[in-house]
């Protein structure tokens, strides 16, 4: 199943999303990756996946999903289930 990145930004950063999160745990496979940074396991379009997370974002707020192609490279200090689960589905 493809790998989507699912980035987004706030216009106001003191704020938080908890409508994203929970949209996003309750329908994929996902690790949090960064602060303001997704990796989505979906069977579904980027156009899709975003069409069903921008309801849950301000107005003003940005947000950006990508699929991933396979490659992929990070630092050590991410853990090591994140990075076995990526890997695997890359």
Same mark, same amino acid.
């Given at each position: =199943? !493809?790998?989507?990145? $699912?980035?987004?930004?706030?216009?106001? !950063?003191?704020?938080?999303?908890? /409508?994203? *999160?929970?949209?996003?745990?309750? /329908?994929? /496979?996902? %690790?949090?990756?960064?602060? &303001?940074? %997704?990796? $989505?396991?979906? @069977?579904? *379009?980027? @156009?899709?996946? +975003?069409?069903?997370?921008? !309801?849950?974002?301000?107005?003003?707020?940005?947000? +950006?999903?990508?699929?991933?192609?396979?490659?992929?490279? =990070?630092?050590?200090? &991410?853990?090591?289930?994140?990075?076995? %689960?990526?890997?695997?589905?890359?």
């Amino acid at each position: =199943m !493809p790998a989507y990145i $699912v980035e987004y930004g706030l216009r106001d !950063p003191d704020e938080s999303h908890p /409508r994203l *999160s929970r949209a996003i745990k309750e /329908r994929y /496979r996902y %690790w949090r990756i960064l602060e &303001f940074t %997704w990796i $989505v396991e979906a @069977s579904e *379009s980027a @156009s899709r996946i +975003f069409d069903y997370l921008e !309801p849950n974002i301000d107005q003003d707020d940005k947000l +950006f999903v990508c699929r991933l192609d396979g490659d992929a490279a =990070m630092a050590d200090s &991410f853990s090591d289930q994140g990075a076995a %689960w990526l890997e695997q589905i890359l």
